[in-house]
């Protein structure tokens, strides 16, 4: 790589992306790389506050940023996850389908360990959509050491993959509303409709509803009953506090199922419930969920849909992020929440 004044350059090859911001309007490629500099270029130039312009001249084992960008994302961007033509230095990876994005977080810290290499992601379980940016590589110079990309490539070699989108499962739900209040018909329910549209999002095979008065022995047939129908998942509102006539969680305990959690550091969604009855997921979701856009059960439902079973460890770490704002305009998943 030479530099040389602008004024010189007029005839020779850009050797990079040259980048221009209008603040709060515009970022893009102003120049190409590769791009036979004009004398009409010069003053546009010198606009961009170029007053040196670098011209390609490579080094024995140097590799240029736009085909470092091209291998890192050919190494790291495998299985359903694509990326971009590299522009100004960087490949962006994208999602070939919707599901949770899943990374090897100790494979992804030994790439960005490597000198040069920078390969920034969406967090840990987001939830993408087909399409979706999910990650952007490059190298930080404007040239790198041909052993560093070979690292990587090395790294990527074996089955671990960096990145991951799992698709959902088509499973089997139902939901068990319970509460006297309900049964009886003195108040409307209003939990059944926010269930359906968040089971609806993931596709589910819904095989329906049943009401509940507060009765042990009536809860548990139920849950025995979409069991037997082949429920996956069976989500239970009503009665999931502490108070002594709230009798979800004593009916989840006493139906079989192992419990994972009673309670999770996690707002809203702390009464929060889970346990497995064989391999079905039973789920106790306190009122909050009727209240709130986002809680605890929209963090736990993608990782249900694609397969994971949760441990108490799990739950136990969601109280890092675990705490909501409650943001006038819920923007989750694209926020801190449980992340």
């Known amino acids: 790589m030479k530099k040389v004044p602008v004024e010189k350059a007029v005839g020779m090859i850009l050797c990079h ?28 130039l010198l606009e961009l506050g170029k007053e040196q312009i670098y011209i390609w001249k490579p080094k024995a084992g140097e ?34 389908e919707r599901g949770l994005l899943k990374i090897n977080s100790e494979l992804l810290y030994k790439i960005n360990s490597i000198e040069d290499i920078s390969v920034a992601s969406l967090p840990q379980n987001f939830i ?31 089955e671990e993959k960096v990145f991951e989108i799992i698709k959902y499962k088509e499973l089997k739900a139902s939901i068990i509303t319970t509460g006297n209040e309900i049964y009886r018909k003195r108040i409307q329910d209003k939990f059944g409709p926010v269930i359906r549209k968040k089971l609806e999002y993931f596709k589910a095979q819904y095989i329906g509803q049943t009401f509940c008065p507060d009765n042990i022995e009536e809860i548990i047939k139920e849950i025995l009953h979409y069991k037997q129908q082949g429920a996956d998942l069976i989500i239970l509102t ?41 391999n079905t997921v039973l789920l106790g979701v306190p009122g909050c969920a009727m209240y709130y856009r986002t809680t605890i059960l929209d963090v736990v439902l993608p990782q249900i849909f694609i397969g994971e079973v949760l441990n108490k460890e799990d739950f136990i770490k969601m109280g890092e992020g675990g705490f909501c704002l409650n943001c006038e305009v819920c923007r989750y998943p694209q926020c801190f929440f449980c992340r």
């Open 238 to 278: 009503g009665g999931m506090s502490v108070d002594p006539d709230d009798l979800t969680p004593g009916a989840i305990r006493e139906s079989g199922a192992k419990v994972v959690t009673y309670g999770a550091p996690v707002q809203p969604g702390n009464m929060f419930m889970m346990a497995y009855l064989g």
């Open 17 to 44: 992306d040259i980048t221009r911001i209008t603040p709060g309007k515009f970022k893009g490629r102003a120049f190409k790389k590769g791009h036979i500099i004009q004398k009409e270029d010069v003053e546009k």
């Open 128 to 158: 993408v959509e087909r399409g979706q940016k999910l990650a952007g590589v490059r190298i930080i110079p404007l040239a790198t050491k041909k052993e560093n990309l070979i690292q990587i490539e090395e790294l990527c070699q074996g």
């Open 63 to 96: 590799v240029h940023e736009d085909e470092a960008a091209l291998r890192i994302a050919r190494a790291v961007a495998r299985g359903n996850i694509g990326y971009d033509v590299p522009k100004e230095g960087k490949s962006t990876l994208k999602s070939k």
